[in-house]
């Protein structure tokens, strides 16, 4: 079975520019949500989407945005890019959403931006 | 504000010696609790995940981790390291108030396994 689908795996921008970051979840998974990993923390929350609908926003301007799919499939935009967006962001699919459940993640995506 | 802490940004150990990486995290209020592994130009893949019930919990590739409520730890250890294990490790939490799958990290712990 496909584990939990990112692209681009890589792609470099510019300060200013807009980005797109595409996810596939798990099939069966119905919640996605996306992280941002610094060079040297921890992943950091940004967005939570279950059936479609936003059930969580962690600290982050509003230059992101994300969006679900009816295919459960999922994108993140991050518009106006700061060198300090520059990170690897991650996609976790779950079949719901808190308590136990376990985030599968995929092996993200590495944006660059100068 | 909910953290966890990670004691040890960097870790060294010998091949065949006891791994130990310590977590912490700031709730009176019990947590879920993960640990996941991150490879180089990989994302992260789960080792083991306490709920409730037994407090000593078994993962995968021989490590585990223990829950104490008193110390609110949940430090992983395995017996005899591998050169396999050489990654990144991140100590992750969930809190049952939440609606929302938020994982709280913390900073990671690299390991490093000497021959």
């Known amino acids: 079975d496909a584990g939990v689908t990112q692209s681009p795996t890589h792609l470099i921008k510019t300060r200013g520019q807009h980005v797109t970051l595409r996810c596939s979840p798990i099939?069966?998974?119905?919640?996605v949500s996306w992280y941002q990993q610094v060079l040297g923390q921890g992943p950091q929350f940004i967005f939570q989407y279950y059936e479609k609908e936003e059930r969580g926003r962690g600290n982050f301007p509003d230059r992101f945005s994300a969006r679900q799919f009816p295919n459960y499939s999922s994108e993140l935009n991050v518009n106006a890019l700061l060198l300090g967006d520059s990170a690897l962001y991650l996609c976790a699919s779950s079949y719901e959403t808190a308590g136990a459940n376990v985030l599968t993640f995929g092996a993200g995506s590495r944006l660059t931006v100068l | 504000a909910q953290s966890v802490t990670q004691l040890g940004s960097h870790v060294s150990v010998s091949e065949g010696a006891l791994v130990l990486l310590r977590c912490n995290y700031s709730?009176?209020?019990?947590?879920?609790l993960f640990w996941y592994v991150q490879y180089p130009n990989q994302g992260l893949q789960l080792l083991l995940k306490y709920t409730t019930g037994a407090t000593l919990v078994k993962g995968i590739n021989g490590f585990e981790a223990e829950f104490k409520k008193s110390e609110t730890s949940f430090h992983l250890t395995k017996p005899s390291a591998h050169m396999s294990d050489a990654a990144e490790y991140f100590c992750?939490?969930?809190?049952?108030?939440?609606?929302?799958?938020?994982?709280?990290f913390g900073q990671g712990t690299t390991l490093q396994v000497k021959p």
């Open positions: 709730s009176s209020v019990p947590p879920y």
């Open positions: 992750a939490v969930r809190y049952g108030s939440s609606n929302t799958g938020k994982l709280i």
């Open positions: 099939s069966g998974h119905k919640s």
